[in-house]
């Protein structure tokens, strides 16, 4: 199993337009809820977060201390951009209970090269950039590989029956929905009139 990964946050008191004091001084507001949980308001440090959501993304179960007490498991829900700057604006946390499955997206991280496009000069399309998973939460991983090299000749497919998960994954989006292909180029040719 790998290390935990740990986020710090404290409970704030600050809500509404008073959230952006928080911003100004290099904070997010943010918001930890799940079932048979009260919503607790939270106010996390930008950098610290912004680590924590490079390593782990939307999948991957954060050990969330809040103003250090025991730590809660919980997955990133949503988050809000600041739409000028791009920057967070505001961090939804879903706590998860360790006994029940969870549904959520899983990051597709596309690796190698194919061998139709290097020798045939096809072009490779990128179908999805993720799929909906359910599983419990210990079995959540922050992606899944898919390697590019079994695209070998024009027309072959990657779909997603074809990913390769570890088991306690269960699939809900359409397992015959393609992944990435490679096609021909198309070229148009122009005809001259005289």
Do not use: W
């Amino acid at each position: 199993m790998s290390e935990s990964i740990i986020l710090k946050a404290e409970k704030r008191e600050l809500v509404g337009k008073k959230v952006e004091n928080l911003r100004d001084k290099n904070f997010i507001p943010a918001v930890v809820y799940g079932s048979g949980i009260n919503n607790t308001n939270l106010s996390l440090n930008y950098s610290e977060f912004d680590k924590v959501f490079k390593r782990a993304g939307e999948s991957t179960l954060i050990d969330l201390v809040i103003d250090n007490q025991t730590a809660v498991k919980v997955i990133v829900q949503d988050i809000a951009y600041n739409p000028l700057n791009n920057l967070y604006q505001h961090i939804d946390f879903y706590q998860v209970r360790m006994d029940k499955k969870l549904k959520t997206n899983l990051a597709i991280n596309f690796f190698g090269e194919s061998p139709a496009v290097k020798e045939f000069g096809a072009v490779l399309v990128k179908n999805i950039d993720e799929i909906e998973i359910e599983c419990l939460p210990q079995d959540l991983q922050h992606q899944v590989d898919v390697n590019l090299e079994a695209l070998k000749q024009i027309g072959d497919k990657i779909i997603v029956s074809d990913l390769n998960l570890p088991s306690g994954i269960e699939v809900c989006s359409d397992t015959n929905k393609v992944v990435a292909l490679v096609e021909a180029l198309h070229v148009e040719e122009i005809i001259e009139t005289s």
